[in-house]
């Protein structure tokens, strides 16, 4: 399987994963461990002061954490609704984590988690000048892609469908008309995969890399769920580059018709 | 009492924001902040005074997808 280099950093993995809504930290670093993750995303999220949070940690020990485990860390701007507070937020991930990548998320709509189109290709277009190397959470638009590219972005990460909705492709076609038309970017579906079946699905379109979280973290059991997620990945993306074959609508035999014996 | 608003909480005033994150005793290194909705590097916090009804955004990394 070839490599993925996103923004000049050669990844192993082309599993992404997201680090919340799992039952325990052990857990999460089990996952993170056994599905081979290169990199996971993590949010910044106020401090509480003198006492512990809701998942375990406080944000000094889930820090900790995320350290032990090696891999590249993906800070998020997930809640913002503002393009200012979008690059504040990664003004500061990029401080305390020490990185310039950020997944940039602008919500336009609190039903559906939409992308605000508008403030992203803004947001994207301060942050670039700033030096930070975008990854852009956005809709298969294409062009607004057109707009995220010209800004700077180097890679898109488009929806499949609402974050955490594990519905799977919503709308295939527009996938893979973004597929073709972006052919040489990387291209990190984000957000509404929920079976390791989905992962092979868009992997297999030419996808370049999968970012999950819900479908692990709040599977029965999500070490054995990345696990599997990560199989997934890989096998659509060795069929992908084995160039599968067409489909036909009517039955073509395998065997040779040439040469039958007559026997009946 | 003079106060300032911390995570949306108020809390008792500090001069400025580095002496805020001592006395609330957090590290230095393991959070970022933001003063009524601006980014403050590390380096800048003992500079940066403070004044009675100041909005601080004290944030760390969290769990997230």
């Known amino acids: 399987m070839a490599a993925l280099t996103l923004y000049g ?3 192993r ?9 799992y039952p325990s930290p052990a857990c999460l670093q089990e996952a993170v461990e056994k599905a081979h993750v290169d990199i996971v995303t993590v949010s910044l999220r106020r401090e509480t002061i003198g006492m512990q949070r809701g998942e375990g940690l406080s944000g000094q ?3 900790r954490l995320i350290k032990q485990l ?3 860390v993906l800070p998020n701007t997930a809640g913002c609704h503002s393009v200012r507070e979008a690059v504040t937020t990664a003004q500061m991930a990029r401080e305390i984590l020490g990185t310039d990548w950020i997944k940039l998320e602008v919500i336009g709509d609190d039903q559906t988690l939409h992308p605000d189109i ?3 290709v803004e947001a994207a277009e301060i942050l670039v000048k700033e030096g930070f190397k975008v990854f852009p959470y956005t809709t298969t638009d294409l062009g607004v892609a057109e707009r995220l590219l010209r800004a700077g972005c180097q890679l898109l990460m488009p929806w499949a469908a609402p974050i955490g909705s594990g519905q799977g492709i919503s709308h295939r076609s527009a996938l893979r008309t973004m597929r073709q038309s972006f052919a040489d970017i990387p291209l990190i579906i984000d957000a509404g995969i929920g079976r390791p079946s989905h992962a092979v699905d868009v992997m297999e ?8 979280n819900t479908a692990v973290a709040q599977a029965g059991d999500p070490v054995r769920m990345a696990h599997a997620f990560a199989q997934a990945i890989e096998a659509g993306r060795t069929a992908y580059e084995a160039d599968p074959m067409e489909s036909f609508s009517s039955a073509i035999s395998a065997s040779p018709l040439m040469g039958r014996g007559k026997l009946g | 009492m003079t106060q300032l ?5 108020w809390h008792p005033f500090s001069e400025t924001l580095g002496a805020l994150i001592k006395d609330l005793a957090l590290d230095q290194a393991s959070v970022a902040t933001a003063l009524n909705g601006q980014f403050v590097p590390a380096v800048k916090r003992d500079d940066t005074v403070l004044h009675a009804g100041d909005e601080v955004e004290v944030l760390a990394p969290m769990q997230g997808g």
């Open chain 1, 9 to 11: 950093q050669e990844v």
């Open chain 1, 13 to 21: 993995s082309r599993l992404l994963l997201g680090t919340a809504r």
């Open chain 1, 61 to 63: 020990g889930f820090w």
């Open chain 1, 70 to 72: 090696g891999v590249h």
């Open chain 1, 118 to 120: 508008f403030g992203l």
């Open chain 1, 205 to 212: 379109m030419g996808f370049d890399a999968v970012l999950l």
């Open chain 2, 5 to 9: 608003k911390v995570n949306g909480e």
